[in-house]
């Protein structure tokens, strides 16, 4: 039976567009978004928030969070233990006065929270009660109703005196950042109505990308396409929209790669169960790392415990008495991934008699749970003019829901000082941003958004995926140029379809600039994230700097080693140096095996 025939969308042209204007123009209503919204209008700026879900259940906090991985509470820890420890945990390579802000500025941010009514778990003296789970250092918090998290957001959003300032349209997806062509500071966004269609510009004084991670850059081992451990609707729509402003990137070869619950692909959570005693396993029941803190360096032992006989790998929760095993489910089955009881409940699994099995997460970019970003200061600013990001978008390495909410406020605070954009927009920018949005519909029996989609991120997980090599990051790179005009070719017929193709775009772009930044970085470091077979050493001499990328004005994309500034917190292991950076232009592929003469059998 076919289906009933859908009628492809008119194009509307570019003079049809729905103009808006504000102060300051937020992208994306999650943890950051909401959080800069809500500043920028708190110092009286008029915000424009876009979302292209709903900012009611949108982002990665949609479905609530389970704790708070790095609350530094006074007189539980001290911001510089803190800045030390993601220090260690970053293999060096950061920027201690971004880490600095979520260290001093992230117990404000609890209490703020808890003034919205957020809860946080408290002790019988009413004390913070944090746990230990980080090698050294005690900064997790959990949060007993964190399932609400979104819901009292989206409250504040709503008050009367937040309505006044700060404009929501929701079902609106940006897809380019336009830029003044004189001084390339950002002056609006170019985008459209995911529901009708309708194309959206907007002039602003100041831009704030809050878009989240790139979760949908590597295929899950299930194969499905949203099956991510990341909420797969950040598909990398901020880090492709900073790069094409001309906002410099770093950090992007370190991946993001977790331990999850095999075959859910959810987290099992070691950050809540550790704390009431729960550990990683092997089929032994050998706890086989020395801390369950997510880092490059515990993937690498991760992966080396599951590919050998020892495995697979379990988080050991059966040992445990009733009452924590309750209360244990009583968050994970609540809140971030509620479906995680009714997935053990198919298999008949329970975490009195059964362990979880445990798996490696494809591979994505994130600036909060790794250190692959966009490069920002330590007031969230971009290196383009009146551009910010926050949240996982932003490389603050290991930053995490409360840094998001603290470098959301941030962006806010500093964002706040602008005024609207008066002039005209770029109209050639305006063009560009209307041809990618539009461009589907002018071929509506192409290639299917899925069907690329899947092609193109079977390519990273093939090529892109650690452990890495010259060659298999230069056949990436040849695949996703390749791509280019697959991509350009894909059909839509519906303003869905049309979000659905622009994020496919994004999705190349990041995997360009994933296998790009690994072929730069010729040493090994952070663990899995970034092993190099061919070049299996850390290389300190040569490589503690951050590696930067960004798009020339011929639009080849050209990388800058940039060395790590002093510590401000000593940390032995490390002694950056600052000095000049190291430009390395374009990078070059590695020459892979071609056919060879036909005349002579090798």
């Known amino acids: 039976m076919k289906g009933t025939p859908v009628d492809t969308l008119v194009i509307p042209s570019p003079a049809d567009a729905t103009e808006l204007s504000c102060d300051v123009l937020v992208i994306g209503g999650g943890t ?3 959080m800069a919204a809500l500043t920028a209008a708190g110092r009286g700026a008029d915000v424009l928030l876009l979302e292209k879900a709903h900012v009611r259940h949108s982002g990665a906090l949609a479905m609530g969070m389970d704790g708070v991985n790095n609350a530094v509470v006074p007189g539980r820890a001290e911001p510089d233990d803190y800045v030390a420890e993601i220090t260690r945990a970053n293999d060096g390579i950061v920027d201690q006065s971004t880490v600095r802000q979520t260290a001093t500025r992230g117990f404000g941010m609890v209490k703020r929270l808890e003034s919205y009514g957020v809860k946080f778990e408290k002790d019988e003296h009413g004390e913070y009660a944090v746990r230990q789970v980080h090698r050294s250092g005690s900064y997790v918090l959990p949060m007993p109703e964190g399932k609400d998290v979104k ?70 081992a299930s194969g499905y396409l949203y099956g991510t451990y990341e909420n797969p609707t950040n598909a990398g729509d901020g880090y492709a929209m900073a790069y094409h402003a001309g906002a410099a990137l770093t950090g992007i070869e370190c991946f993001q790669i977790n331990p999850l619950i095999k075959d859910y692909n959810g987290p099992a959570c070691a950050y809540v169960a550790n704390p009431f005693g729960g550990y990683q396993v092997n089929r032994h029941g050998e706890r086989f790392v020395e801390s369950d803190y997510w880092s490059g360096q515990m993937m690498s032992e991760f992966a080396a415990e599951l590919a050998s006989d020892r495995g697979p790998v379990y988080l050991k929760l059966s040992h445990l008495p009733e009452e924590t095993v309750s209360a244990v489910e009583s968050i994970l089955h609540s809140t971030e991934r509620p479906t995680r009881g009714t997935f053990h409940e198919g298999r008949g699994h329970d975490y009195r008699t059964h362990d979880i099995e445990m798996h490696i997460s494809e591979i994505g970019l994130c600036g909060g749970h790794s250190a692959s970003g966009v490069r920002v200061d330590d007031h969230a600013r971009t290196t383009v003019p009146r551009l910010y990001a926050a949240g996982d978008l932003a490389c603050v ?10 470098y959301g406020d941030l962006a806010g605070e500093d964002a706040a000082r602008y005024r609207a954009y008066g002039g005209e927009l770029p109209r050639d920018q305006v063009a560009a941003a209307h041809e990618l949005v ?6 509506p029996d192409g290639p299917p958004q899925p069907q690329v989609e899947y092609k193109l991120r079977r390519f990273v997980n ?16 040849e695949a996703f140029t390749r791509m280019s005009g697959e991509i350009a070719g894909m059909g839509a017929r519906t303003a869905h379809e049309l979000m659905r193709c622009a994020e ?62 002093p510590y401000t917190v000593p940390v032995p292991e490390f002694t950056p140096v600052a000095g000049p950076e190291r430009w390395l232009g374009e990078v070059e592929l590695v020459p892979v095996a071609t056919a060879g003469p036909r005349d002579a059998a090798p």
């Open 32 to 34: 950051a978004g909401t």
């Open 504 to 565: 496919v775009s994004f999705i190349r772009d990041c995997a360009e600039m994933a296998a790009r930044a690994s072929l730069a970085r010729t040493e090994s470091r952070w663990g899995l994230y970034h092993e190099r077979t061919d070049h299996p050493e850390q290389d300190d001499a040569g490589w503690l700097h951050h590696l930067d990328l960004r798009k020339s004005a011929s639009g080849a994309m050209e990388f800058t080693a940039r060395p790590v500034e």
């Open 151 to 220: 819901k009292v957001l989206y409250r504040q959003l709503r008050r009367r005196e937040m309505r006044e300032r700060i404009r929501i349209e929701n079902r609106v997806m940006p897809v380019r950042v336009l830029t003044h062509p004189d001084d390339g500071r950002a002056v609006g966004a170019a985008g459209f109505d995911t529901r009708t269609g309708a194309f959206v510009t907007v002039r602003a004084g100041a831009v704030i990308l809050a878009t989240g991670a790139c979760g949908r850059l590597g295929l899950p």
């Open 438 to 443: 539009y461009r589907p519909l002018l071929n």
């Open 397 to 406: 390495p290991h930053n995490y829901m409360i840094g998001a909410f603290v």
């Open 462 to 477: 093939d090529y892109v995926a650690p452990p890495k090599s010259g060659a298999r990051l230069s056949l990436a790179v």
